[in-house]
């Protein structure tokens, strides 16, 4: 189970942090990404981190604005993955959604937990 949270108003240059509770994802095999989707665009991957050993991406779009970053619960049951988002521009106006998968193809996931909206104004 998927769930993310955190989206919201703020001005162009603000910031804001997105979470994703993931339940039921072994550390050892899966990776959590945000996604997002604009009105009238495609979906667009943003980011990935491995639950295992932390290790992320990031698109070009994003980088160096965007940190994600993963807390493991001792006994696995609930894992969560944050999505910082800094400098935010209004270009980043979009649904954003978190995803679980054991290997990421393109825009594509197993499984998506509901989307959060994020509006940067100008």
């Known amino acids: 189970q998927l769930q993310a949270s955190g989206g919201g108003l703020v001005q162009a240059g603000g910031s804001l942090r997105l979470s994703c509770a993931a339940s039921?994802?072994?550390?050892?095999?899966?990776?959590i990404a945000w996604f997002r989707q604009a009105p009238g665009k495609e979906r667009e991957w943003v980011s990935r981190?491995?639950?295992?050993?932390?290790?992320?991406?990031?698109?070009?779009s994003v980088k160096g604005r965007f940190t994600i970053s993963r807390t493991i619960s001792s006994d696995n049951a609930k894992n969560t993955v944050y999505l910082q988002m800094n400098s935010l521009k209004p270009e980043d106006t979009a649904v954003y959604y978190c995803?679980?998968?054991?290997?990421?193809?393109?825009?594509?996931?197993?499984?998506w937990g509901q989307g959060t909206q994020v509006t940067v104004s100008s």
């Open positions: 981190i491995n639950l295992k050993d932390g290790n992320s991406h990031y698109a070009d």
């Open positions: 039921g994802f072994s550390v050892d095999d899966y990776a």
């Open positions: 995803a679980a998968d054991s290997g990421f193809q393109g825009d594509q996931a197993s499984y």
